[in-house]
């Protein structure tokens, strides 16, 4: 029986911690994992590695990852090598608007790209009150 209930509790523990992997040690994790939204960021945490909230879309290959956030700001994650890895002093380079990013990609020739978009559980709300001047 007690075999039995760690399994259960294992299943639930890990079920909430979603995350996808990018490359070395770079994850988007679920918005429920430790604040709002699903972010971006590096496991191991070194100083100056990036960390992005509130991701709507990433798209990633072995020496880029492409963010657009939901209040429409761009990032690009460029490797300082051959490929990403984190605590390595790759480029973060933004905030940038949505033209800007697409003509990035064009400019630097980035293609081969993995996709995944992001829904979110809460919706904008409407204020309570309107403010006047």
């Given at each position: 029986m007690t075999k039995i209930l760690f399994l259960i509790f294992f299943m639930l523990l890990t079920a909430c911690d979603t995350r996808l992997y990018l490359g070395d040690y770079y994850?988007?994790?679920?918005?429920?994992?430790?604040?709002?939204?699903y972010y971006l960021t590096c496991k191991l945490g070194c100083e100056g590695d990036v960390h992005i909230d509130y991701v709507e879309k990433v798209r990633w290959n072995e020496k880029y990852?492409?963010?657009?956030?939901?209040?429409?700001?761009c990032y690009v994650i460029k490797a300082r090598g051959e490929e990403l890895?984190?605590?390595?002093?790759?480029?973060?380079?933004?905030?940038?608007?949505?033209?800007?990013?697409?003509?990035?990609?064009?400019?630097m020739g980035i293609?081969?790209?993995?996709?995944?978009?992001?829904?979110?559980?809460?919706?904008?709300?409407?204020?309570?009150?309107?403010?006047t001047h």
């Amino acid at each position: 029986m007690t075999k039995i209930l760690f399994l259960i509790f294992f299943m639930l523990l890990t079920a909430c911690d979603t995350r996808l992997y990018l490359g070395d040690y770079y994850y988007i994790y679920s918005e429920g994992s430790f604040g709002y939204g699903y972010y971006l960021t590096c496991k191991l945490g070194c100083e100056g590695d990036v960390h992005i909230d509130y991701v709507e879309k990433v798209r990633w290959n072995e020496k880029y990852i492409l963010v657009n956030k939901t209040n429409k700001e761009c990032y690009v994650i460029k490797a300082r090598g051959e490929e990403l890895a984190c605590c390595n002093r790759d480029s973060i380079i933004g905030p940038m608007n949505i033209n800007q990013l697409d003509e990035y990609i064009k400019i630097m020739g980035i293609e081969n790209l993995n996709e995944e978009k992001f829904k979110y559980k809460w919706k904008k709300k409407k204020p309570d009150y309107i403010e006047t001047h």
